[in-house]
């Protein structure tokens, strides 16, 4: 059976295109610094979002990570969405590995954190207090994507009060191609940006933090230090400089898929959140777990929760959505 897998952009198989760039890769030893596939991604992304520098990392997570430990120092603070990944997903890594504490917010219906609510939440010079350092956002945070009006406020709010501003842009060229924009006009609103390589673009591994010089070089010694230094990593990075190649436009489809299917779910009769990006949000309630097994037995992998998260990517067409229409109709005659 030819299985459908709706429940991340991360399940990608690299394409023949991909893994011949990555079968003919220069390699090197990248702790030396010497691996030229590495280095070139590292200067082209940086390059493209308008950096100084950039450090090339295993996963999004630990890119987040090396970015709110090179921000904070251990016992100061970062503020973020209660439902934001470099909070609620990512192991506690912020508090176990940096200890560093996290002051998080109720982010609102766009996406957004307040920044009424976050001024309240800047701790005052005193000693009761950890010392707030920074405000970290996401984009696309849950498939919204951020204005650019709003980023230009964050970035004027940050300044004003002395915090830094990370993106964890995992998905940060989903917001791009949304906005009919270069990634660098919503990169240039931050201090730094993660963007992962191994979501909607396609590639098997690696996420990519863009920053300053001085912070980059602070985030490269953290790598080390987490056991993130890799050794003959130019395969890898092939497929990365592959994905931003080849993978970037291609967006756009996904986008018009996920609108599709959102779409023919709402005519169906399913409760469907307006759809900006690659994901689809259904409210499932209690039949949630009914309905994955009842797709799973028709050869459609999906996550569970009683608001299900579908996530289109360059592994599934429309044919293959038009198949999921049929089940989610055939579920709700059942
Ligand atoms: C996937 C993801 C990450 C982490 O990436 P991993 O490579 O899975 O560690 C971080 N932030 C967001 C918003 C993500 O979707």
New binding site residues.
Partial sequence: MNVIDLR?D?VTQPTPGMLDAMATAATGDDVYGEDPSVNRLEAELARRLGFAAALFV???????LLALMAHCERGEEYIVGQQ???YK??GGGAAVLGSIQPQPLEAQADGSLDLDRVLEAIKPDDFHFAPTRLLAL?N??QGKVLSLEYLARARAFTHEHGLALHL????LYNAAVKLGVEAREIARHFDSV?V?L??GLGAP???VLCGSTALIAKARRLRKMVGGGMRQAGSLAAAGLYALDHHVQRLADDHANAQWLGEALREAGYPVEPVQTNMVYVQMGDRHQAFKDFAGERGIKLSTAPRLRMVTHMDVNRAQLEKVVQTFVAFSRN
């Fill in positions: 991340s991360t295993p996963t999004g997570t630990m890119s987040n934001a990944h470099t997903y990512e996401e696309t945070m964890d842009g995992a998905r993660s992962c191994s979501k591994v690696g996420s």
